[in-house]
């Protein structure tokens, strides 16, 4: 059987091999065969060559153990690096016996420490440090080698950096392939590597530095021996040689070896020492580096320190290491956000490494760190209660002064740091400053900050604390105004780049330790009202600043409103803002703070604003402040914000908010007044009603549906305010009505009106107005109460007034009525105004109210009548109707309650209406308006009749059965086309009954005849009859002045009044209540003459002069009035004869 071939890497090794072991070869063709299998080692051949190697590695092995041991040094070294390159590989090393592996490193290690070749120990170290032993084996000789490392770097004669070098490498290798034993001889080879550490040159110092580091977790649990050794190296060797290391500019390597010596040394430290200042002194030195590289270094080798003063609490907090610690983190000012980050990241080292020692260290630590990173420009914080600093007698918090001090006192066992940089250096970088607000949430959740990170999908760049900094209310109290600032200065800084959540949770956990403290602190404690004005001032500002967006703002907003108690929105024990607001509230506050932001516009986008709006309004409203001033406050506010709000629809929906609950608040209290006992204030409600005249109605219309819900709210508020202010005592009737009038007039000038969708609102209003109008002031048996008390001018302006509180209101009703018929406008507003003016003259009955009413009123109703005329029809069925009974009522006005003579001036007042409705279409009209002219103006002896109705009369006397006193019939043109054949009035019989008209003037013939029985007749010419009807009735100047309230006055007894309808009733008897010499005189037009008498006098144009009431009140004290009423009752007798005779032509 043939045997295998050789492969081709097996069969260059062999001949290699023969030659090693053939003791005929010469000493440099073995040299170079140990030459040619390393470099077929190293080489690309290497993975084809190592198969090889490894099988035949016990032939070579016994060679190269033969030859290293040589006499030959060339043959040795070559045989050490053929032997290097083969351990290296775990492949070949794991074949190794572990006797024979013994071996080899107890033959490198005599090499090491007997060889005089300083290249032949060096090869020898190598070998060891690259070679891949089992670390259970290579164990059992680390005493060894550790012993040949001390004697080959003990030995001068062989010195060399390569040495040091290869010695360092085995240190390393060891250290990564046997660690525990290793740690059982820390010492020994501390010894070696601590000294090379600063060795010249750099090669050797960066190794040594490299194998302290590698071996530094197995100092240190040896580390007070450790120490000890360190400890008398360090003035005598490796201060000075760091030094001179620094200043030759090898700033990076000594600032790395800084921390590990102080770890090294650990509570040594802490005892102080002469070396300790000069340690200080490297680290100043990097700090003051001008190189940004070096700062960095120095930062973290910064944290070594805090480490060391950290393995003892009581170190650590103790004022001298803790303002040793803080000089650098708080003097040095960086300028790049590199270094910037690593010395914020140091410094919240510091703060997690305080524990529980961070609450008394705030202060100091804490406070100069906020500010750093989030950008507050002062020290101290403003606006800080006096009483939450020093309530623990603790020093107001800001940064300590360590600027350019010395860090203890300058004893030769103090360590001092003297750093003169400036103090403060605020970042101005996002990045930073974002880091300042999570600094804020770690304050506030201490330890859970992870779980609400991870619940709000945050991620945390910062270690948690260990602690919490915050356990409850009085610790908030405490650090309560550093925390709000803090959380102000980073929302207004960085806010807009921060996400919502983080904005959220802080505010949250801000507002929810606030609303903790109000709620542990008693009445006496005012801790809970001074920090929610913090917070309160702190949103302020934030708003203010106008720096976040208008949605990150009602984040704020929301999670203040839902945080804090309504009772304590509403409540005015918490003052804030200025401190004149009456009634201030936190509800106040909040809605004025954003009602006078320029954001304004952009937050009313946002649901969140009108649900806040709507929370807010409701607690001011339900406080225990009062409602009215809250209420006018807030619509003062939109008022002076409208001009910025476009959309008429949120407008609406402020107005709406506020006028809502304030109407149910109302109904509750009866509240209107905030004026005192002198004189009434309606202000408040006023200015709700006012604020949609003002800036609703005019201009662009409302939505219809938008519109429908305003008057809504409008009529509720009306209606209720009417009844209340009727309660307060220094209210006039229907002041409510005027005042509100007068204001409205300022505002719905024509222009205004002309808009359909304005005028149409406005009769609206008027119509839920005069719905509300107390007309008792306009009825005979009203007494004037004695209410507040009037100014002389306010006195003569209700002089001069007819309709008294009423007179802006008939104003504003005849603005309306003119743009109504001049515009094209909806029926629903005539409806609305002929509502009004039928309301007006169902309920007046003082004959100068009524006069003032129509002197108004006649020539817009005339005009109305006339387009109600037209052809084709300008109006709808039901106006039609509505203005039908409009008429009706005017009518009965004239007719039943009132007392207005019919004379000349009358019938000049009333003649345009009377022109269009004596030939109105309506039948019923048409014999109302007939009916009327008998019982009133048919009565009178003599009239003057106006030119443009005496033609109208002529055509309505020829066909219907009037009486016209002193009328001289023209000649006109037939009007019978004006008239229906279905509502003539040609005929005087219906079925054999007589029209309504004869009946009238036969009552009236049989009164005048009872009259006559009762009273001696005269034979004085019609002429001389007094017109008890008259508008110009006697003054009564008298009476003015027991008005005055600086009078008593006690009013007469009232007497009953009879309607004119039932006079003939009430003739037929005789009176006893009266003086005798009225005893022939109707006793209800007794009580008419009393009551023009005392009540016309302010009609000031149209007054009598004093010797004409002289002569009428001479007149009735010599007893004249009777008999010329009975000379007017034989008068209508006979003008009721002729008219029966007219009326019924003979058969």
């Known amino acids: 059987m043939m045997a295998s071939a050789e492969p081709p890497s097996g069969s260059s090794l062999l001949p290699l091999l023969e030659s090693l072991e053939d003791t005929a070869v010469g000493q440099s063709e073995k040299t170079d065969a140990y030459l040619t299998i390393a470099s077929r080692l190293s080489g690309d051949e290497g993975r084809q060559f190592l198969p090889a190697v490894e099988k035949h590695f016990p032939r070579l092995g016994k060679s190269i153990l033969a030859h290293v041991t040589g006499p030959d040094a060339e043959l040795s070294q070559a045989a050490l690096q053929a032997l290097g390159f083969c351990l290296y590989h775990s492949h070949v090393s794991a074949a190794v ?52 490392l001390e004697s080959v770097l003990g030995r001068e004669d062989i010195q060399s950096v390569v040495l040091e070098h290869e010695a360092l490498n085995v240190i390393i290798r060891l250290l990564e392939q046997v660690p525990a034993q290793m740690g059982e001889g820390a010492l020994r080879w501390a010894r070696l590597v601590i000294p090379l550490v600063v060795h010249s040159a750099s090669k050797v110092r960066l190794r040594a530095a490299a194998a302290l580091e590698t071996g530094l977790p197995l100092l240190l649990e040896k580390q007070t021996e450790v120490a ?87 170190i650590l907090c103790s004022s001298k290491r803790m303002k040793l610690l803080m000089q650098p983190l708080a003097s040095i000012n960086v300028r790049t956000e590199v270094l910037m980050l690593t010395k914020v990241e140091v410094w919240w080292y510091l703060v997690v490494q305080l524990g529980p020692n961070l609450a008394p260290n705030f202060d100091q ?51 001092r740091l003297s750093l003169n940089s400036s103090v403060h250096g605020s970042s101005s970088f996002a990045s930073i400053q974002l880091l300042g607000l999570e600094m804020l949430l770690h304050y506030f959740l201490g330890p859970e900050v992870a779980a609400a990170a991870a619940k709000n999908k945050l991620t945390l760049s910062l270690e948690p604390l260990k602690h919490p900094l915050l356990s409850g209310s009085s610790s908030f109290t405490k650090h309560a105004a550093v925390l709000t600032f803090c959380l102000r200065d980073g ?85 804030v803002g200025k401190m004149d607001v009456l009634n201030g509230t936190p509800a106040l506050f909040l809605v ?49 914000s409208a001009a910025s709000v476009q959309n008429k629809e949120q407008l609406w929906r402020m107005w709406s908010l506020v006028v809502s609950p304030l109407t149910d608040t109302i109904t509750q209290s009866n509240e209107v007044n905030q004026g005192d006992a002198l004189e009434h204030n309606f202000s408040a409600v006023h200015s709700a009603l006012l604020f949609p005249v003002t800036h609703l109605l005019r201009g ?83 007494q004037q109460k004695l209410k507040s008390p009037h100014t002389p001018v306010n006195w003569m302006k209700k002089r001069n007034k007819v309709l008294g509180n009423l007179s802006t209101f008939q104003s504003l009703l005849v603005h309306c009525l003119e743009v109504f018929l001049d515009e094209d406008s909806s029926d629903a507003t005539g409806l609305a105004l002929a509502s009004v003016m039928s309301a007006l003259f169902t309920n007046f009955s003082l004959p100068n109210t009524v006069t003032e009413a129509l002197n108004s009123l006649v020539p817009p109703l005339t005009l109305f009548c006339k387009q109600a005329a037209s052809e084709p029809p300008r109006f709808s069925s039901p106006l039609q109707a509505k203005l039908e009974k409009l008429l009706s009522d005017v009518l009965g ?44 103006f048919g009565n009178s002896v003599s009239l003057t ?195 029966q005779d007219y009326a019924s032509p003979k058969r």
């Not at 403003?382 to 350019?404: E, F, M």
């Open 97 to 148: 016996p572990e006797t024979f592996a013994a071996d080899l490193l107890s033959a490198l290690c005599s090499l090491v420490v007997k060889g005089t070749d300083k290249n032949t120990c060096i090869r020898a170290l190598w070998v060891i440090s690259k070679q891949s032993f089992p670390p259970e084996m290579v164990g059992k000789k680390v005493s060894s080698i550790l012993g040949a």
């Open 228 to 314: 000890a050794i360190i400890e008398p190296m360090m003035s005598t060797k490796l201060i000075p040689e760091l030094q001179k290391l620094f200043v030759s500019k090898n700033e990076t390597n000594v600032l790395k070896l800084w921390p590990l010596f102080i770890k090294l040394l650990g509570k040594m430290l802490h005892r102080g020492g002469p070396f300790i200042n000069s340690l200080l002194h490297l680290e100043e030195l990097g700090f003051r580096s001008s190189s940004p590289t070096i700062k960095k270094i120095a930062f973290i080798a910064w944290k070594s320190l805090i480490d060391n003063f950290a393995l003892n609490p009581d």
């Open 365 to 415: 630590v804490s406070v100069p760190l906020l500010q750093c990173t989030i950008g507050s420009e002062s020290a101290s914080v403003p606006g800080t209660p006096s009483r939450s600093v020093g309530q623990n007698g603790a020093a107001p918090p800001g940064t300590p002064k360590t600027g350019g001090t010395p860090g203890f006192n300058s004893s030769a066992n103090t360590s």
């Open 491 to 575: 929302f207004i800084n960085v806010g807009k780049d921060a996400p919502d959540s983080l904005l959220s949770v802080l505010w949250t956990n801000l507002v929810r330790f606030v609303n903790s403290s109000i709620e542990s602190g008693s009445k006496k404690d005012r801790h809970g009202g001074e920090v929610l004005t913090l917070m309160l001032q702190a949103l302020q500002s934030i708003v203010a600043s106008e720096a976040l967006p208008a949605d990150k703002v009602l984040i704020l907003l929301e999670a203040t409103v839902r945080g804090i108690p309504q009772r304590v929105l509403g409540s005015a024990s918490y003052q």
């Open 592 to 640: 004025l703070l954003l009602y006078n932001s320029s954001m304004l516009p952009a937050y009313i986008e946002d649901e969140r604003f009108f649900q806040c709006l709507q929370t807010l309004v409701g607690c001011g409203l339900s406080g225990p402040t009062s409602p009215l001033a809250f209420g006018e406050a807030v619509l003062g506010a939109v008022r002076r």
């Open 700 to 782: 662009t219309p409302l939505q219809q549906a938008a519109q429908k819900s305003m008057l809504s709210s409008w009529s509720k508020l009306y209606k209720v305010f009417a009844r209340c202010s009727a309660l307060v005592v220094t209210a006039e009737e229907n002041i409510c009505c005027e005042e509100l009038c007068v204001k409205m007039s300022a505002v719905m000038d024509r222009d205004a009106l002309m808009v359909p969708s304005t005028l149409n609102a406005v009769s609206s209003i008027l119509q839920v107005m005069v719905e509300c109008v107390d007309f008792s002031p306009y009825s005979p048996q009203f």
């Open 893 to 936: 006005c004239l007719q039943t309650r009132s007392t207005l003579a019919y004379n000349d001036e009358l019938l000049a007042l009333l003649s345009p209406l009377l022109c269009v409705m004596f030939p109105h279409k309506n039948k019923q009209l048409r014999t109302a308006v007939a009916h009327f002219w008998n019982s009133s």
């Open 945 to 1139: 009749y106006p030119e443009e109705i005496r033609p109208i009369l002529s055509q309505v006397k020829q066909k219907t059965p009037i009486i016209l006193p002193g009328f001289e019939v023209v000649d006109v043109p037939d009007l019978s086309g004006q008239y229906s054949s279905e509502s003539s009035q040609l005929e005087t019989k219906l079925s054999g009954i007589q029209v309504s008209s004869v009946g009238k003037r036969d009552s009236l013939r049989k009164a005048a005849e009872l009259q006559t029985k009762s009273s001696p007749k005269t034979s004085k010419p019609v002429s001389t009859k007094l017109d008890f009807g008259s508008p110009k009735p006697p003054r009564r100047g008298v009476l003015d002045e027991e008005a005055s309230i600086d009078f008593v006055f006690i009013p007469p007894e009232t007497k009953e009044r009879v309607l004119t309808e039932h006079q003939k009733e009430v003739k037929r008897t005789k009176r006893v209540d009266i003086p005798a010499m009225y005893n022939n005189l109707d006793a209800s037009l007794d009580t008419t003459v009393f009551t023009q008498y005392t009540q016309s006098q302010e009609d000031s144009s149209d007054k009598l002069a004093p010797e004409q009431a002289d002569k009428v009140t001479d007149e009735e004290a010599t007893g004249k009035v009777p008999q010329e009423d009975v000379e007017t009752e034989e008068d209508h007798e006979i003008l009721t004869k002729d008219t």
